[in-house]
């Protein structure tokens, strides 16, 4: 597994490659074609969280894994680091028959471990308090005051509840190229982080997951771990 410099800022491990959404989208339209190929005039549509598709509810109906304490799906084979899609189909399928079992048992270590106790019971997630939420989807100018201290060097998205995860000890790295590290996320050191301007950042992540946050929104995290470190 590589890692980024320990001292940078950190970004979720999804991120550290091309856009999951294109890479999967792709993905999905192959295997549609792969699918009219072999049977014929079949009708279907893609979805990565593009949609209000609830792909997580869907995935644990299929027998993919369990939702853990998290709110993450955890496969049993290979824990939660994995991206889930959907592809719907105007055919009539067999179906597998799902496992709906949940392996958590007592196990608390997401909850202990969460930066910021967003983490609540019965499986919830509290958007208002959660790194993930506020270094990525806020769209305010400012994070509010209340998280100061908190985000734990967390530059864009947050992995501790997955790191802590028990089950996540049997995953294993991918074989995707468009997964492969972009250089500048794992040797940016915190200095290139805070000089980098905004028309290499759109150069240099034209394809990252980071340009959701855009310029401004990352300048904005920056800014705030480092005055809250």
């Not at 979805?47 to 509810?57: G, K, T």
């Not at 049997?170 to 301007?197: H, Q, R």
Request: glycine share 6%.
């Amino acid at each position: 597994e590589q890692q980024q410099k320990n001292t940078a800022p950190k970004i979720a491990k999804y991120a550290f490659g091309n856009d999951y959404h294109e890479v999967i989208r792709t993905k999905l339209k192959e295997l549609l074609q792969e699918i009219k190929t072999k049977i014929g005039d079949v009708n279907g549509r893609g979805f990565v969280d593009s949609a209000p598709v609830l792909e997580r509810s869907w995935a644990q109906k299929t027998g993919l894994g369990w939702v853990g304490k998290n709110g993450n799906l955890i496969n049993k084979q290979s824990g939660s680091f994995f991206f889930i899609a959907t592809l719907i189909v105007d055919l009539e399928l067999e179906y597998d028959d799902a496992f709906v079992k949940d392996y958590c048992g007592t196990c608390t270590k997401c909850i202990d471990n969460c930066p910021t106790h967003a983490i609540l019971p019965d499986k919830v997630v509290d958007g208002s308090k959660c790194i993930s939420y506020f270094t990525i989807e806020l769209k305010e100018a400012l994070i509010p005051d209340t998280m100061k201290g908190k985000f734990d060097n967390w530059m864009f998205g947050c992995d501790v509840c997955q790191d802590v995860c028990p089950w996540n000890r049997f995953g294993k790295p991918n074989s995707e190229i468009n997964f492969v590290p972009i250089p500048a996320i794992l040797n940016f050191s915190s200095n290139d982080w805070e000089e980098l301007t905004e028309e290499n950042f759109k150069l240099i992540f034209k394809n990252s997951p980071l340009k959701r946050s855009k310029f401004k929104g990352i300048k904005r995290n920056l800014t705030f771990i480092k005055a809250t470190s």
